[in-house]
């Protein structure tokens, strides 16, 4: 089944190390993003990509990374320098095209804990 | 620039009564809505979306939401809820296929015996 993975679903980390969230689509999707959900604030956009090896910042991006060297993959890194880390991270995609209507498809979400 | 204003952050109802949850949304142009839907520790699932043509829009789980333009609102209804519609629902617009999504900051509908 087509879909998108996140992975781990569950990451513990202590303060001032750095961790990578996986997220990997094969839906064969162009655009892919990165949302941070934090209760009573909704979604709010970190990084997005439209296309391989191109990224843009979002709302929220500063004490983040990503990467995009391959369409199915869109890995986000959540540095030290990331005040308040502890959040749900929300992966999405959508087509590009005819295909595209706006609709963002998202994976099963990956819960950050610092301690 | 869009905005999008979730009225309600929760919102408390028996099983089988009606219930709406409502979405005001700002943009200087045509917009395109969505509601989204998501279960605890869950990512979101698409509820229904508004693309145009008929404002009345229809959607999974006996879900309908209706798009009024001239009071830049898209309300959602289900007309007798059940215990598993407890959940978070967002309301969700853009104003083009190429532009980003900007989320409400989400109802928690709670449904119980």
């Known amino acids: 089944d087509g879909g998108i993975t996140q992975s781990p679903k569950y990451l513990f980390r202590k303060e001032g190390q750095n961790v990578t969230l996986s997220c990997e689509q094969n839906?064969?999707?162009?655009?892919m993003y990165w949302y941070r959900q934090d209760p009573g604030q909704g979604l709010r956009l970190i990084y997005y990509s439209q296309i391989v090896n191109d990224f843009q910042k979002g709302d929220i991006a500063e004490g983040y990374s990503v990467s995009r060297e391959k369409k199915e993959s869109f890995p986000l890194t959540v540095t030290s320098a990331q005040k308040n880390p502890t959040a749900f991270y929300l992966c999405a995609s959508k087509p590009s095209g005819r295909a595209n209507t706006g609709e963002l498809f998202f994976g099963e979400g990956s819960r950050l804990t610092v301690l | 620039a869009q905005s999008v204003t979730q009225l309600d952050s929760q919102v408390p109802v028996f099983e089988e009564a009606p219930v709406e949850l409502r979405c005001n949304y700002s943009?200087?142009?045509?917009?395109?809505l969505f509601w989204y839907v998501q279960y605890p520790n869950q990512g979101l699932q698409l509820l229904l979306k508004?693309?145009?043509?008929?404002?009345l829009v229809k959607g999974i789980n006996g879900f309908e939401a209706e798009f009024n333009k001239s009071q830049t609102s898209f309300h959602l209804r289900k007309p007798s809820v059940h215990i598993s519609d407890t959940a978070e629902y967002f309301c969700a617009v853009t104003t083009g296929t190429a532009s980003k999504l900007t989320f409400g900051t989400g109802t928690r509908l709670q449904v119980t015996l």
């Open positions: 508004y693309l145009s043509g008929s404002t």
């Open positions: 839906l064969n999707h162009d655009a």
């Open positions: 943009s200087s142009v045509s917009v395109y």
